[in-house]
């Protein structure tokens, strides 16, 4: 299998051989394994001794549940000498039974293992003693692939700073149209075959509710469940309703509530707060639902991939992409008791905002919401990000444009 570099890779570079454990963490399936291969090849090509465990074989589970020392004397075995340099590989440590312990007697006895650790989000829920890991640890949120990267997971040659030909700007957008019908996850990417990108998704759902949150969320009607993920699928984008959603789906609220919670924690969904200063005028309690995914979206709300690009859809595609280029806590929205809405609000660490609207055409683009906003916040800099029609001339910005690693 060819293994593509991933974005991410230049971030967690820098941190390899510290005294900190590495942690990728994110949802199943976005690549965590796919980034440990590629950087035991590159520790592998500057000469590094490096060891890889997979935790979904039992035997190995078995091993290290054992305790430090049984890891350390299976690493003997396989070549390692006390004191030298190494760098260990671990996939899945959530499935250990206590992954928290471990990480921090190698952390703190073995400073010559270099530990670098992928997980499932449970892992973060599982830890009972996460406090006891701070300083001993630096962990990375890994998403499904951004446009850019699919663009090279398909071998497709972009480079942003190249103006592109009318032709090259068609092409693009028909492969953005394919990025949002079947989303960013590697595996779905890689897979030419529509229905085998389908049942590779609901094969995914399956595990996910199987193995990462059936015991945690206490699910006792995997039915119910899945019901409730099939509404929110058709909710991505809109205000959060609890109570209406509690009735919809029959699920008590208290019962709701930690679904959500952990749907949230596993990186399925995120819960976007309102960006107001001003709670007289504009709505500051609810917060709005989006899907991280939205090929994962279209197939939990169609069971199946729409060819018809619908709003909802794009807009989940472009959360995404804004929240891979500036994190998940950037990202809000903007809506007023008269209805007046931005769909994005970027809050830049400086503490400078950045309205952004969406469209799939950019012929649909109504300003009057981003003149308010812009007056009663000074704010200079807008986007429309759009797919059809004639692209606005100085705000209007295609997806790639938009989030791009140079574009602000």
């Not at 974005?7 to 967690?12: G, S, T, V, W, Y």
């Not at 055409?361 to 759009?386: D, L, M, S």
């Amino acid at each position: 299998m060819k293994l593509y570099k991933r974005k991410i890779f230049d971030q967690i570079q820098p941190y390899v051989g510290d005294d900190t454990v590495i942690v990728l963490h994110g949802a199943r399936q976005v690549g965590k394994t796919h980034i440990l291969f590629y950087l035991r090849n590159t520790l592998t090509a500057l000469g590094k001794k490096v060891f890889y465990y997979d935790l979904e074989y039992p035997d190995l589970l078995s091993d290290l549940n054992k305790g430090v020392e049984v890891f350390v004397s299976d690493l003997t075995g396989k070549g390692y000498i006390e004191g030298e340099e190494v760098y260990v590989l671990i996939d899945e440590i959530q499935y250990l039974d206590n992954p928290t312990s471990f990480i921090k007697i190698i952390a703190d006895h073995y400073k010559n293992i270099h530990l670098i650790v992928s997980g499932s989000s449970t892992f973060d829920i599982k830890s009972k003693f996460k406090d006891s890991l701070a300083g001993r640890t630096t962990s990375f949120e890994i998403f499904p692939l951004s446009f850019e990267e699919y663009l090279e997971f398909k071998e497709i040659e972009y480079i942003p700073s190249k103006v592109q030909s009318p032709s090259g700007i068609a092409t693009l957008i028909q492969r953005y149209r394919e990025f949002v019908i079947y989303g960013g996850y590697p595996k779905v990417v890689l897979e030419p075959i529509e229905e085998k990108k389908k049942q590779y998704l609901l094969q995914m759902i399956d595990t996910y509710i199987r193995k990462d949150i059936r015991d945690l969320a206490k699910i006792t009607d995997i039915k119910k469940f899945n019901n409730m993920l099939k509404v929110m699928a058709s909710q991505s984008g809109q205000l959060l309703d609890l109570a209406s959603l509690s009735r919809e789906t029959t699920i008590s609220f208290p019962t709701l509530q930690k679904y959500i919670t952990i749907l949230e924690e596993t990186f399925v969904i995120k819960r976007v707060s309102p960006y107001s200063k001003s709670p007289s005028v504009e709505i500051s309690k609810n917060p709005k639902i989006f899907f991280f995914d939205s090929g994962l979206q279209s197939i939990l709300w169609f069971n199946s991939f729409q060819k018809t690009l619908l709003g909802s859809i794009f807009e989940t595609n472009i959360f995404g992409e804004l929240v891979k280029k500036f994190g998940r806590s950037a990202i809000h929205f903007w809506r007023t008791k008269t209805r007046q809405e931005i769909d994005f609000i970027v809050e830049h660490s400086n503490g400078s905002v950045l309205p952004i609207e969406v469209k799939i055409n950019f012929q649909r683009f109504n300003p009057k919401a981003i003149e308010t906003f812009a007056r009663k916040y000074n704010v200079r800099n807008w986007k429309v990000i759009g797919l059809e029609g004639s692209k606005l001339s100085r705000n209007g910005f295609f997806p790639w444009e938009a989030t791009a690693p140079s574009a602000g």
